[in-house]
């Protein structure tokens, strides 16, 4: 779900951005991310090269599931023939999984490069962040605990350990195409 939306959000400013170059009379595209600019205090350039990282990922996004859809009407017309072929099958569910293995990694090299464009300060402003974001664990349980009114999925989330808030968190966030399947810890 995230996913389609953050999909349909780039599109559309992509979209937008190119007939605002073909319509000088247009305002400005306001940039993405407001809060995070204030936070980090942003420069336009850097401003720029993010959103320039994110069109790439989602025109990336796009094209993976596209593929991952013919793929899909092949293993559904491949497991639906008289008899189903294994290798056909097994060479379909491989290729799901290499774009699955493929876009996890093109989605850390494109971190690692929106990264490289913020300053050392910048940077431990974003570890402050990351430390915040490891403590939703803690938020959601002492919500459940009464201690606190957070807004995050504390009650839904009773019996949940930290690692299963974590796991969660990051399924939701990390949707890939062709993943059948949430990535190992360790990867």
Known sequence: MKFT?????GVAAMSLAAFAQ????????????????????LTAEQQTGLFRLQAEWHRYLIEKQRRV???????????????????????????????CREARDRDSQTMQNAR?????PQLTKLQTLEAAYALLPVIAEADSAGL??????????????????????GTISTSYPGCRYPARLND
């Open 22 to 41: 073909q319509n000088p009379i247009m305002p400005p595209i306001r940039m993405p991310y407001p809060q995070l600019t204030r936070y980090l205090e």
């Open 148 to 169: 606190m009114r957070a807004p995050v999925m504390g009650r839904v989330l009773t019996n949940a350990t930290a690692v299963d808030v974590a796991q969660l968190i």
């Open 69 to 99: 859809g013919e793929v899909e009407r092949e293993l559904a017309q491949e497991t639906n023939a008289k008899v189903p072929d294994p290798v056909a099958l097994g060479v379909r569910y491989a290729e799901l999984e290499a774009i």
């Open 116 to 120: 490289k464009l913020l300053t050392a």
């Open 5 to 9: 939306f953050a999909l349909r959000l």
